[in-house]
């Protein structure tokens, strides 16, 4: 990024060379200013028209971008005026004048064909045709939020994702060109901001808009295990059970929280469990189904558009967030599930979760979890209110189950 900084435009003019035609631009600029202003009557400039002979070889680029060229430029502006205000300024309800309400919020007085509402994260060659730059449009984006030391296991996992996939890493240890040993590392998108989140870094950097070519979107952690994993085919089971929110099966050696992401031998895919007694107060509802974990999520490209709007910037941990997935697609029950034929193991390394600051004689990670446990009420709190504001509005009794968990 700083090295595309330089090539600004007055980088180019560094060369000595470069100096002296931009002094000698400005010179001739200033004279033929002064002789347009005094030996042009503006009022009868209708017709835009330079005698050739007065301005013999002068640039008008630059004339346009010094500031001793500004009086010129200034003129020059008026004469345009004067030209156009014959045919546009009298009519101002002229259908010349272009609004298009359709085009996106701010952008309605453009025309349509060169407005660009979307973008991606394909690298792009500085030569050659832009219509030939891009050998592979990846249509599946994956992202790691990563610390160097986890280098090994983001690397086995990186590996596991073909080349049609666009590549992510946001790095919260300020490390990045150490990353460069590993070959597809230069083709990653790195994203390095001290100490933050993973869902800080999606509220940031993934806005439905910018991410628009990708079908699907995995936003995972650092410390899973992908021996058992191929992206490829986990996408080939999303695309056949019509998943639209998921999360590959969790190897069940270590302490698990949640029964339903529990890998099973049995089957490609659930969607729905049993859990303890009295935790699913309606089996079609989290944690019983309608529920993955936020460690491993794989989004849709259309579920993505409404989660991405539902994560608030200021509740970084996004707690609560996997219980209210469920409110991004319809029926949930049947759109979010675990894949179970491709799965992973979670090694529970706490690594964010040591960036922490020790406060009052505690451990940073003890912050860091009275954090995520705040920030899961709060989340529930604004649900809850937003939701009854909801209703209020409309004029309708809330219904009961809604903002349970
Ligand atoms: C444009 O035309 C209007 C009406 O004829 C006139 O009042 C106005 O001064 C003109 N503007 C310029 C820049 O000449
Ligand atoms: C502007 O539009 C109105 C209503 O369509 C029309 O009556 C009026 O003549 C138009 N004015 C001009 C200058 O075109
Ligand atoms: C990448 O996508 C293309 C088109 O869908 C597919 O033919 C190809 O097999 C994919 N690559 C891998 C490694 O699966
Ligand atoms: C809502 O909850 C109350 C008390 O928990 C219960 O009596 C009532 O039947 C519930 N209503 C619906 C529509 O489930």
Known sequence: MTKMGSLTRSGFLRTPNETMRLVMTT????????????????????????????????????IDDRRSGLRTHKILKQAFDKQSNATEVHNLNDTSKIYVPTNP????????????????????????????????????LVTFTVGYDQKKNIDAAVKKFSENFTVMLFHYDGRTSEWDE??????????????????????????????????????????????????????????????????????????????????????????????????????????????????????????????WHMIQNDLVHGWGLDFALRRCVEPAHEKIGVVDSQWIVHQGVPSLGNQGQSQGGRAPWEGVRDRCHKEWKLFQDRMAKAEKAYYIEMGITPPNSTTRW
């Open 105 to 140: 919020r701010g952008a309605e007085i453009l025309p349509p064909g060169i407005v660009v509402p979307e973008s991606d994260f394909y690298l792009r060659r500085l030569w050659g045709k832009p219509s030939e730059d891009l050998t592979i449009q990846q249509k599946y």
């Open 27 to 62: 010179v001739v600029g200033v004279v033929v200013g002064f002789l347009i202003g005094t030996s042009f009557p503006t009022a009868s400039l209708t017709k835009f028209n330079f005698p050739t002979s007065i301005i013999p070889s002068i640039d008008f680029a630059y």
């Open 182 to 307: 590993f070959e597809w590392s230069k083709r990653a998108i790195h994203v390095s901001v001290s100490k933050q989140t993973k869902w800080w870094y999606a509220k940031r950097f993934l806005h439905p808009d910018i991410i628009a070519p990708y079908e699907y979107i995995f936003m995972w952690d650092e410390d899973l295990g992908v021996e058992h994993f191929n992206a490829e085919e986990y996408i080939k089971l999303v695309k056949k059970h019509g998943l639209e929110i998921s999360q590959p099966g969790l190897e069940p050696n270590k302490g698990l929280t949640w029964q339903m992401t529990k890998r099973r031998g049995d089957c490609e895919v659930h969607k729905s469990t049993e859990e303890k007694p009295g935790w699913c107060s309606d089996p079609n509802l989290p944690p019983c189904a309608a529920f993955v974990e936020i460690m491993a999520t794989v989004f849709s490209r259309d579920a993505w558009r409404c989660v």
